[in-house]
Every structure is written in C-alpha cells, then in structure tokens.
C-alpha cells in the first residue's frame, strides 16, 4: 500500500510539475492570453514578428506597461513586409514607449516571417498569427503557448542570432525551423525535411489547413501520397485564380491529383497545419512555398496526441469544424450575392460581388490610396479608390462623403489583413436615399 501510494504521489508530483504546450485558437481566443503574458513578464520580454499594424495598440501599451516595471523588452520587426514596410505608427509607439527595437538585416533572410515572444525565459509564444486586428477577429491561425524549457531556451537563442544578424547552428532542433539550408557548414533549419517527412511517412491520413500551396515538392509528395492509398484533406480560403496564386492553382491541382479539397470563406485560413495518421501534427508560420521552407525565417514544432492531447485534440476538433463549414466551390467563381447586405456582414462573403449599405464614419487620404470607412476600427472593411478615379466622385473627395449613407458594389477581397472592396467606377457607388 505504501509503496502504490508512493507512485501516486510521485506520479502527481510529474504532472504538476510537467511542461504544457497550450493551443489557442483564432479569432475564437482573441488576444487577451497575449496580453496577460506580457503582463505577466517581470525580467525580458523577446518579441518576433513580422507584420505590427496600428489596430494592435493594446498590445503595445500592455509593452509599455512592462517597460514601466523595469522589464527589457526586445522587438525585431520584419523590414520590409509584402506589400509594403512596418507601420510608422508601430514604431513611433514602441520607440516612445522605450522599447529597444531593430529590423531584420537586409538579405539575412527573405523575410523574417516567425511570430514569436519569449518571456522571462520561461514562456515561449509562437504559431501563425501576426499583430493586426484581423488575427484576432477573422483570421483563422494556431498559436502555442508553452513553457518547457528546450523549447523557451531555443526560441531565444534563435532571436538572440537574429537580433545580431548571425548565422546559428539548428542541426540538432527541438522545433521546426526554416530556411531549411546549410551555409557554409551552418545547418540553419530543418523545414523542408519535416514536412517532407511527415508526408512520406503518412500511412493513413493527412489533414491540411494551408494559407499557400506552391512548393513543387510538396504537391509531388502529396500525390503521391494519394496514389499509396492515404486519404488526404485540404482546406485554405478561396482567391481569384488570376490574381491569387498563392493557394487556389496548387490545390486544384491537388484536387485533380485525388486530393479532397474544399475553400472555407471565413474565418480568413491563416494558419499553417500538417496532420499526419490522426496523431502528429506541425504547427506554426511554415507556409507550403519554396521561400518559406528555404529562405525565410520560420518556426513551427510537433505536436502529438500522446505527448500534448489538449492542445492536439483542441486542433483536430477545430479543424474538423473548418471542414464541415467549407464547402467545395471557389466563391470567387460564383454568380453575384443578390439584395443588400450591411457592411459589417461583408467578410461572410469574401471571394463574392456583394452590394453593402453603411454609413460612413470616417474617410482617409494616403499616398497612392484614399478610405470610405464605416468603422473607425483600422482593420474593419473599407471602401478603397486610387487616385486615377478621384475626379469622377463628389468632390472634395473623399471629404464629401463623411457622414453619408452610401451603397457599395464590387467584389469583397482582402488586402493586409483588412477585408475592402475596390471600387474603380462611380457605377460601383451611389448615396442611399
């Protein structure tokens, strides 16, 4: 008895003390369990990541917070982000809020596309999810929270190099990183040959939620993994094939290849998840193209049904839903949503002709772009108008249409993490009587 009743004790001693990987999943989550780890920080916060828009100031006054305490707090911004550079907003914030900030080096990496903060090296926080407005409220993404420390220990030696600018030896990983290269004798990552892997070694089934599938490698594995009889599922959001081939070209060809592939509208697919036999999974920032598996920096871990079943299983289930809620068709092939909809219901219908109906709040000017907004939320949908349509709407424009009532036609798309429709012709808007 007294020697069941020491197993008892020494087992339940184990998993007070384990390391937990937690799961939390977007926009279901919101940001609060970010805020509260960096609320929670008392030594040095590293922070990661590639795209900061202004929509997330709560994030950088929870950073400001921390920095009144004493708390170091490093943050290390992409350069130069698709479609344009970091926000000046962002920067001007978090320089005034006494944050040592820096860029990646130029030509280091393509991007440096990893979303990571590891606090008090004790946390380490990671997965797909950038600081923008949409990641919280209509994207779909998958982000860790874990304190084991291999892991905690690794993600801060990684943002140490990267803060220097050097190269750093990941030939003995715990995690998942990319560019999967050598240089020089450097074996930088391990990317590809994980999710090459993985793959290759499916026996039964593989479950697929992508943002992008382009990497010739592995669509060529993929079919291949049909034709040994595994049963292969694949689930992104739908894209204009002319304008987007980011995912929708490489999944047809999937489809083709006898892979099950269906679009999900919304949330807006994000993420970037590999589910092998029912029983492993990778999660993280890794997108399915040849730049993010060679020639950005990346970071994704495995996770398994044994070794982390909340957080493995909070996946599958969530997953699940995303299939039984997506459908087969690519709604930007399908026939114009007839009747009025509100703006606010406009992101529903992503990939769709739509006709909203708002008032609007506020208007912007920029560079290159002007704003019809019903929302003062920077991320909420927009109209957008480039300058060569200018002169054909009320003027002053877009002064003239502040408070206004309008309608709105025209297809709902998505453009830095913000849902808009392009509005080219005078045609596409007219002001509700």
């Known amino acids: 008895m007294k020697r069941l009743l020491l197993v008892l004790l020494t087992l339940l001693s184990f998993f007070s003390f384990a390391s937990k990987v937690e799961l939390y999943v977007q926009p279901d989550d919101g940001v ?17 990541v590639y795209l ?81 407005g949409s990641t919280f409220k209509a994207n779909r993404e998958y982000m860790i929270v874990s304190d084991r420390p291999d ?21 003995g990983a715990h995690l998942v990183w990319s560019p999967d290269r050598t240089v020089r004798g450097v074996r930088e990552g391990n990317s590809r040959h994980v999710v090459l892997s993985l793959i290759d070694n499916a026996r039964s089934t593989l479950f697929l939620e992508q943002a992008g599938m382009v990497d010739e490698e592995v669509i060529a594995a993929l079919s291949n993994a049909v034709k040994r009889g595994v049963y292969v599922r694949l689930v992104g959001s739908p894209a204009d094939p ?39 999974a990778l999660v993280g920032s890794i997108n399915m193209s040849q730049s993010s598996l060679d020639a950005n920096r990346e970071l994704g871990a495995v996770i398994t049904a044994a070794a982390e079943p909340k957080a493995f299983f909070r996946l599958l289930r969530t997953m699940e839903r995303d299939w039984k809620n997506a459908r087969p068709d690519n709604p ?45 939320d920077p991320d909420a949908f927009r109209l957008v108008f480039f300058p060569r349509v200018y002169g054909q709407f009320e003027q002053p424009f877009p002064e003239a249409y502040l408070g206004k009532t309008v309608r709105a036609s025209g297809r709902v798309k998505i453009y830095a993490g913000a849902y808009e429709m392009i509005i080219n012709s005078p045609s596409q808007l007219e002001v509700a009587p």
């Open 32 to 48: 609060q369990h970010l805020l509260s780890l960096i609320d929670g920080a008392h030594r040095s916060i590293r922070l990661k």
């Open 151 to 171: 892991w905690v220990a690794e993600v801060a030696r990684v943002f140490d190099a990267d803060w220097r600018g050097k190269r750093i030896d990941l030939s």
């Open 242 to 280: 002319k304008e987007n081939t980011y995912f929708v070209p490489g999944a047809e060809r999937l489809r083709k290849a006898g892979v099950h592939l269906r679009y999900l509208p919304s949330p807006y697919v994000h993420a970037k998840v590999i589910v092998a036999d029912g029983n492993t």
């Open 52 to 132: 900061w828009t202004p929509s997330r100031q709560d994030v950088i006054d929870a950073i400001g917070r921390a920095v009144q305490r004493g708390v170091s707090v490093r943050v290390l911004l992409e350069r130069e982000p698709a479609g344009g550079r970091p926000s000046m907003d962002v920067i001007s914030a978090l320089r005034d809020e006494g944050v040592d900030l820096r860029f990646s080096k130029p030509f280091r990496f393509v991007f440096v596309h990893e979303k990571s903060m590891v606090v008090d090296d004790h946390f380490v926080w990671f997965g797909s999810g950038n600081l923008t």
């Open 332 to 376: 930007f092939l399908l026939p114009p949503l007839q009747g009025v909809i509100p703006w606010s219901e406009a992101p529903k219908y992503f990939g769709r002709i739509v006709t909203v109906e708002g008032r609007v709040v506020a208007v912007e000017s920029r560079t290159g772009v002007a704003f019809l907004k019903f929302s003062k």
